[in-house]
């Protein structure tokens, strides 16, 4: 479903509208949870004034929404890079460049183990209000993590030792409290070919 998520009205219709499915679903089925999954990235075209609307405003609606609605469990899902798998070939710049890309953090997450990160905190019990990072495993390039990092960053302590190849922004959290386990990383989708 489409609405404007900084218009608190079309949020609340929304959330009242059943949405009735057709093949391969019965058309009986309808809608019992709400993933909302909208926003800006700071790579949409929009100024950050725009950003900030839609992303805080929205998110508000949403709680506000989903809290009216007595809605037991909401997940707000944000994302530095989200990737599926027709897109790994644009893995190149990761592995190849990965002094290009701190502002991801050299970390990414599969659009099918974000959909799992969902589900388990839907699934999980007792979590109360909780941010966990959404991200797969590993480094987006070949290099060891914390060699990696050191050489980059050498006046920046570490408060624990890292994973040969974990993924800067961690998601320890999540496989520990939620039971993630890594379906989908991007070794497996991408073919190591150098670009110009």
């Not at 949020?11 to 093949?23: D, L, P």
């Not at 050299?106 to 999980?124: E, N």
Request: hydrophobic content about 30%; overall charge neutral.
């Amino acid at each position: 479903m489409e609405c404007d998520i900084t218009d608190a009205g079309q949020v609340s219709s929304a959330f009242h509208t059943k949405i009735q499915h057709s093949e391969p679903l019965s058309a009986n089925a309808t809608s019992r949870r709400h993933r909302p999954f909208c926003g800006h990235s700071t790579t949409t075209p929009c100024s950050r004034q725009q950003t900030f609307i839609a992303n805080i405003t929205g998110f508000h609606n949403v709680i506000e929404a989903a809290c009216k609605l007595g809605i037991k469990k909401i997940v707000l899902a944000s994302s530095v890079a989200v990737y599926s798998p027709d897109e790994y070939a644009s893995f190149d710049k990761y592995v190849h460049h990965p002094d290009d890309w701190a502002i991801h953090g050299w970390s990414y997450v599969d659009a099918r183990d974000l959909g799992r990160i969902c589900h388990q905190c839907l699934k999980v019990d007792g979590l109360g209000w909780q941010v966990f990072n959404a991200a797969n495993n590993s480094i987006t390039n070949r290099h060891h993590t914390t060699e990696y990092l050191r050489s980059r960053y050498p006046h920046i302590p570490f408060t624990r030792e890292l994973e040969t190849t974990e993924a800067p922004m961690s998601n320890r959290k999540i496989r520990t409290r939620l039971g993630f386990e890594e379906d989908h990383p991007w070794q497996r989708y991408f073919s190591d070919r150098k670009t110009e």
